[in-house]
């Protein structure tokens, strides 16, 4: 045991979960008397949370440890945590590093740093959550997943779908509306999966229900909703429920019924369309973000077009876009029709282009409306920096506010003045 209060430093990288899996370590760490630090230098403890979905984050990873390895200081212990060492075992391979935890292990650092005499008792109890820094949290419903798109080396990384337990949830919920939060973003490689895999009758429509119940809480956000799993009861807990968001996190990937089989996406193109359609009927004024890939193997000119016309059809709000990764080890994998990089490059400029086009006359639409905006944060120059209701945190653009004195956390009532390509311009609401 020691009496020195040790000091760790962490990046994460990845998705959303990675970040709620990044508080929980951290958490952990307080709890045995570590505290944080900024700078890496100082850091006896120095943690990269990796994310090994595809290549580029791989690199991401592998060259954030060696840059945190080339400015660590003597003595200082350099930990992988997360989904590469998930995916991969590459103590062998990777001397820089000094300890690997794969991110179904995170909970064997604390007793490894014990053993080693790192620890120091706190005699507190530690927290549910690390303090939010921002007025809004994720609520990770579930880890794992059962799905098996072919393109996709998450269930191998992150094992079966498995979904936490509702008290658990709900307790974590109110921890963060009582520290700060005024938004709950609900995550998890599936969340309309949630609760189905549980023998005590959870399911996504009945923790809404219980969400939106707690006191401090103003928006209620949806993201990971898989389109063979979001169900007229969803829809309809969406459309009666005023603090959850008329807002939906849809992964398409594509809509070329070839390509959606091929993807094993469990859902065709009517399919999908047929939803859309149905989402709408319910929300009319609801905004959807989805994601797509291009390129993927046997992908031809007919399926991109088809891809394009949906995208002119539908109109998205936001949309995130990936260029096909083959990752070893996925049933894609081994698909014949591996597409030429230079004609991926150009489907993935293509697309982007009509989808800016998109997003831009959207966004132009709401200049001289009045919205709700909550702040995030405040720039040097006084700015503050916000989010409207159909604006999901880190994935989507932000609302400027031009007035000074506003506070992270406060909700102000807007008229937007104008849009960038991606971001809005607003002022405050003339007191009448
Ligand atoms: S739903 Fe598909 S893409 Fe998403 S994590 Fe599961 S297997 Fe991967």
Known sequence: MSNLTKKYYLETLGCAKNEVDSEAIEVSLISAGFAKTDDVGSADL???NSCG??????????????????????GSLLVMCGCLPARYNMERIFKEVDLFLPSTNHNQLVPYLNKIGWTKKTGEDSEKRVRPRYPYGYLKLSDGCDNRCSYCAIPDIKGVFYSRSF????????????NFVKE??????????FGLDRNDKSELPKLVNRLVRIEGLKWLRI????????????????????????????????????????????????????LIARLRASIPEIVLRTTFIVGFPGETDNDFEELLDFCEEVQFDNLGLFKYSPEEGTLAFKLKGRIDET???????TLLDLQNKISKA???????????????????????????????????????????????????EVRIKRAGAYDLFSEPLKEE
């Open 46 to 48: 120095i943690l990269v």
């Open 53 to 74: 979905f595809i290549n580029d984050a791989k690199i991401e990873s592998i060259d954030t440890a060696l840059y945190l390895h080339m400015n660590r200081k003597k």
């Open 167 to 178: 008290d658990e949830i709900v307790s974590e919920a109110e921890y963060l509306c009582q």
């Open 184 to 193: 709950l973003v609900l995550i998890g490689q599936d969340t309309t999966m």
């Open 223 to 274: 993201m990971y909703a898989h389109p063979a799993h979001l169900t007229d009861e969803i829809i309809e807990v969406v459309a009666s429920k005023d603090k959850l968001l008329k807002y939906i996190d849809l992964p398409i990937q594509h809509i070329s019924d070839e390509i959606l089989k091929k993807m094993n996406r469990k859902i065709d193109g009517k399919g999908i369309m047929n």
């Open 343 to 349: 004609i991926i490059e150009e489907r993935y400029l």
């Open 362 to 412: 959207k966004l132009d639409r709401r200049a001289g409306k009045t919205e709700l905006v909550l702040i995030q944060e405040v720039d040097d120059g006084g700015v503050a920096i916000g989010r409207t209701w159909f604006q999901a945190p880190e994935v989507d653009g932000v609302t400027y506010v031009d007035k000074p004195d506003m506070k992270p956390g406060d909700m102000i």
